[in-house]
């Protein structure tokens, strides 16, 4: 007879773990049966004991029972090195216990009744079982171990004791039988990539749950593991644009109404051009110019240091350092070693929620393409970053650079951004005369007024300044102008304002 038919409110008990919660939709649910598969090394056991430290600390009661021969002495000396670690637990709301003598005395009958007996006499409300796969090699048949698993099933469910089988993959893929029964099912795992390894982590199975579907990368570290949810799994959902306001001016006579007065709000905008071509500074002044409008900024890069950035841009009368004094402009800078594009998603949001940045520029999209990791997220990456800060009103600048000097074509060099992208300003350089001359001009990918005519620019100690008509530019891209990397002037570039600069779209 079944005598409750009533459902029951599903409880969540996090991890603790921000973006594995996330990923759970909040966490595992209570009573329930998780299965952690991963490869040896890949941090089942720091999962496993991060999550019991948290839960400890939030209150609960944990048992961490483990059926491998690795003493829990040499286990504590090495998760003791990391941050979440409290010795104080250990022994009271934490306790670790070797079923592996049950095991090898008792069989899998006899490991059942010991882990029962644990659970109710520490009254746990979370169990963490490591190196099922001892248990697995040590049972008679598959249809023992099933057993086990299924009576354990219904003892945690009884006293609601949330519990984790964390286990080795395994080649012949035994373990199928039991992913079927468990209430969920994480895989963490890591891939060559280059010389370097990812790791990724991805739950296959949330019964009763939503969650974030594909893998995620995780990082360990000594503050445990951290676990990233895929930026494009998590942003960009709100497409909504913000109302028309006025648009953001750089300042800049003659750039601006080429602009229709400057970026719309909430637009993406990218800079292309060689190195050397002003990039750097025609985005600082962008920042500037919104810091003396009220409106906040913040500089992300990757490769020139805040110091270097405000001598250079004080140098050319954009006055950067009074205003990052004011802390009207941020600068934020990291070498791009190791980084994770979801974690820099993750910074970028929070210092734009915690300055409620207006103006953002990305000096150097490069940065953010290498933490990627895996290059095919780029679309999906960019078009959720770039919606997210479209909903949030922030007008965004990234920089790239091209390999080609000189032309009127333009290609987008990473793959997979154009969808985000609602302007390019295309900056170049040509020679004239032993000469050297900058050259802009303006390709809009979304409505709007737009003049895309050639124009001259120069950096001066007074800023950025535009020429007024494209004479000067005419002048400098007609036949004596020669481009300064050595390929033969181009026909095109006789007339390129006549030509409509092409762009790459890729079918992403
Ligand atoms: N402070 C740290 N910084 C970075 N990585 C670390 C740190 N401490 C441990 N690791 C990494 O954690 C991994 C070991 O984690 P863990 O022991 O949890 O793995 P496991 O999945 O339980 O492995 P096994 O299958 O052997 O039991 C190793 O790859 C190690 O390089
Ligand atoms: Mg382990």
């Known amino acids: 007879m079944i005598a409750d038919t009533q459902p029951k409110a599903l409880v969540r008990v996090p991890s603790g773990i921000r973006g594995f919660d996330k990923i759970l939709s909040g966490g595992f649910l209570r009573g329930g049966v998780y299965m952690i598969l991963g490869k040896p090394g890949a941090g089942k056991t720091i999962l496993g004991n991060q999550t019991c430290y948290n839960h400890v600390a939030a209150g609960g009661r944990a048992l961490f029972l483990t059926l491998l021969s690795e003493s829990h002495a040499r286990m504590i000396s090495y998760i003791g090195q990391m941050a979440f670690f409290d010795r104080s637990q250990i022994g009271s709301s934490l306790v670790y216990v070797s079923g592996y003598q049950a095991l090898e005395n008792e069989g899998l009958k006899g490991l059942l009744g010991m882990v029962r007996k644990c659970v109710m006499d520490h009254h746990a409300t979370l169990l963490v079982i490591d190196g099922l796969v001892t248990a697995g090699a040590l049972a008679s048949s598959e249809v023992e171990l099933k057993k086990f698993i299924h009576e354990l099933q219904l003892t945690v469910e009884l006293v609601g004791c949330t519990t984790l089988l964390l286990t080795g993959e395994s080649n012949g893929g035994e373990a199928y039988p039991l992913r079927t029964m468990v209430d969920g099912l994480v895989q963490i795992t890591f891939d060559p990539i280059g010389m370097g390894t990812a790791r990724t982590l991805e739950v296959t199975k949330h019964r009763g749950s939503d969650f974030l579907m594909g893998r995620h990368l995780y990082q360990i570290s000594d503050q445990g593991i951290g676990v990233h949810p895929r930026t494009e799994s998590v942003l960009g959902r709100n497409p909504a644009r913000p109302r028309p306001a006025e648009p953001l001016a750089f300042g800049i006579e003659s750039l601006d109404p080429m602009l229709g007065g400057g970026l719309e709000e909430g637009s993406v905008t990218l800079e292309l051009g060689a190195p050397g071509t002003g990039k750097t500074l025609l985005g600082l002044g962008f920042l500037a110019e919104g810091a003396r409008r009220g409106q906040p900024g913040l500089y992300f890069g990757f490769s020139e240091t805040p110091d270097e950035l405000k001598r250079r841009a004080d140098s050319v009368g954009l006055g950067l350092s009074s205003l990052v ?41 490069d940065g953010l393409v290498s933490s990627l990791v895996y290059p095919d997220r780029a679309g999906g990456y960019f078009t959720a970053l770039g919606n997210e800060l479209r909903s949030r009103g922030v007008t965004t600048l990234f920089s790239d650079e091209t390999s080609s000097l000189f032309g009127p074509e333009v290609t987008v060099p990473v793959s997979g951004l154009n969808a985000a992208l609602d302007n390019i300003l295309f900056l170049r350089h040509v020679e004239l005369r032993a000469q050297l001359h900058r050259l802009i001009s ?60 092409s762009r790459r779209r890729s079918k992403k």
């Open 325 to 365: 004094d004011k802390k009207a402009v941020e600068l934020r800078w990291q070498p791009p070693l190791g980084l994770l594009a979801d974690v820099l998603a993750e910074e970028l949001l929070e210092r734009i929620e915690a300055r409620g940045v207006r103006r953002l520029f990305i000096d150097g999209i």
């Open 442 to 501: 303006v390709v809009k990918m979304r409505g709007g007024p737009s003049d895309s005519s050639l124009r001259e620019f120069s950096i001066t100690d007074r800023g950025i300044e535009v020429s007024s008509s494209f004479d000067s530019a005419e002048a400098i891209v007609t036949g004596i102008a020669r481009s300064t990397s050595q390929a033969p002037p181009r026909k095109a570039s006789a007339s390129p304002r006549h030509k409509k600069p």
